[in-house]
């Protein structure tokens, strides 16, 4: 059995899956040939738990149907690639009781390897209390959270569903939840709102305990400082003595390699100390550049969680949401407007709705479909600039490699048709253009076509992975 055969069915059910779950169970899997078995690491109980219920069945088929006579042979560990949990240490008790004929499975819940090179704890420090004054103010501002970024104010969807999950288990739960919790995503999706309502819940919890917030650029200027003040030692014990370390958007540690040292062992003492980090990145951790491979390993021991844009349907709530807290009247036909325009990250989402909440207030006229569309008059000029119909047909005959022409003609073909129809749904989506204005500029088509394109493809993105991922790659070129 081949690691190659192995990434080939991967593949494949990468295409029967969304995204979201793709990346938050099967990506983070790694695997190993050892003669005829293949040895496929999850990096904690959880996920392996996921994967054993959910996938495995599914890629033992998919592998059956493609190593001819051979039964696949698989097994499931905790663990990573790099250092195994090495399987003769291992007694039989060690196996969950979970009957899998053909995927026998040991797992080990602790990391098997113990960072070999974590630093040994400081020495008492003997610097005289001026620089530890300084030093300790560096490192005061770090403390704060924001008091706003509560579960409560947090509105859960589709696209945000498995992150908020994890963070309330974590909130809940720590030292029997995921450590560390890493969510990523793109800019503004409330990566940062979900890690201080945790830290939020922590303290609620237990007023005393220590919940250090901070972005990766601070811890990075704080360490240099120590370094500078020849005060690293209060340093270390500063970030070691925390119950709870949220750090953002750690992208910003690759290529810093001294931080990054630090961090480490950092991170490995509070790991060690069952001590939560909770961390965010703006993409996925494998893929920073410049981020150590060591550091990247170590993420892997808790839970990735992607969050993604949020659908039309939790834009409209998350507007309520925001307009109920600021205890103003917004119809709901108003939200609609605003969500169905700004689909990029809440952040926009948030501006726009400020700026019509100002107007309101400057104008003293309630909040209409009138007093947005002049509110938000050159931000919805600039988009309809960008989302044109001629655009959507330009970016779709791009994406599908096929001709502009082509989707105006008249041939039928699959290659062709279905390509059409998601640019005619994607016209409706995006542009205030009529069901007729649209057939005309679809080479003279009736209004039904295109209502029967715009219901074909909503059924399509429910049913046909590829169709779903394609629609979503093109909102994202089309409105980004
Ligand atoms: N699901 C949600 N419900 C309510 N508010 C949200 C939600 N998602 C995001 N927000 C709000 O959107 C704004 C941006 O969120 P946040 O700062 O957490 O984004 P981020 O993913 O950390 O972005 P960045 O990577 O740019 O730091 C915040 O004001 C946050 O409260």
């Not at 051979?70 to 250092?83: A, D």
């Not at 090179?117 to 560096?138: I, K």
């Amino acid at each position: 059995m081949s690691v190659e055969l192995w990434q080939q069915c991967v593949e494949l059910l990468r295409d029967e899956l969304p995204a979201q779950q793709f990346n938050t169970w099967i990506r983070p899997l790694q695997v190993e040939a050892e003669g005829d078995e293949l040895l496929v690491y999850a990096p904690n109980r959880f996920v392996l738990d996921w994967v054993n219920e959910k996938y495995l069945s599914r890629l033992l088929e998919l592998l059956g149907e493609r190593s001819e006579d051979v039964t696949p042979s698989v097994s499931l560990l905790i663990g990573s690639k790099r250092s195994p949990a090495p399987r003769a240490a291992q007694p039989a008790s060690l196996a969950p009781p979970v009957a899998l004929a053909s995927a026998p499975m040991v797992a080990d819940e602790s990391p098997s390897a113990k960072p070999v090179d974590a630093q040994p704890a400081t020495n008492p420090t003997t610097v005289p209390s001026e620089r530890l004054v300084q030093v300790e103010g560096a490192l005061k501002h770090t403390s704060y959270l924001n008091r706003a970024f509560t579960f409560e104010n947090f509105v859960e969807g589709k696209s945000n569903q498995l992150a908020r999950a994890a963070a309330w288990q974590v909130a809940d739960n720590p030292k029997h939840g995921y450590n560390p919790l890493l969510l990523y995503g793109g800019v503004g999706l409330g990566k940062t709102h979900l890690m201080h309502a945790v830290g939020n819940h922590l303290l609620k919890k237990n007023p005393n305990a220590k919940v250090v917030y901070l972005h990766s650029e601070r811890f990075v200027a704080d360490m240099v400082k120590a370094l500078q003040l020849n005060a690293i030692n209060e340093f270390k014990r500063f970030y070691r003595s925390v119950d709870a370390l949220l750090i953002d958007d750690i992208q910003f540690f690759a290529k810093k390699e001294r931080s990054q040292e630090e961090f480490f062992h950092t991170f490995n003492a509070l790991l060690e100390g069952g001590q939560q980090v909770i961390l965010t990145s703006d993409r996925y951790p494998k893929e920073i550049e410049g981020l150590e491979e060591r550091l990247k390993s170590r993420f892997g021991w808790g839970l990735t969680v992607a969050m993604e844009p949020p659908e039309l349907e939790t834009r409209v709530a998350i507007l309520m949401k925001k307009a109920e807290q600021t205890k103003i009247e917004l119809p709901h036909d108003a939200a609609f407007f605003i969500a169905q325009r700004i689909r990029s990250n809440v952040r926009e989402l948030e501006g726009a709705l400020k700026r019509v909440i100002a107007h309101s207030h400057f104008t003293n006229h309630p909040i209409t479909i009138e007093l947005i569309r002049e509110s938000l008059k050159d931000l919805l000029a600039l988009q309809d600039k960008l989302v044109s119909i001629d655009n959507i047909q330009r970016t779709v005959a791009e994406y599908y490699k096929i001709k502009i022409a082509d989707l105006l003609s008249k041939r039928r073909s699959r290659s062709v048709a279905r390509p059409r129809q998601v640019a005619m749904a994607l016209s409706k989506e995006l542009t205030n253009h009529s069901l007729l204005e649209i057939g005309n500029s679809f080479g003279g088509r009736d209004h039904t076509t295109v209502l029967h394109a715009c219901r074909k493809i909503a059924e399509l993105r429910e049913s046909d992975a590829d169709i779903r991922e394609d629609y979503k790659n093109l909102l994202r070129t089309l409105t980004t």
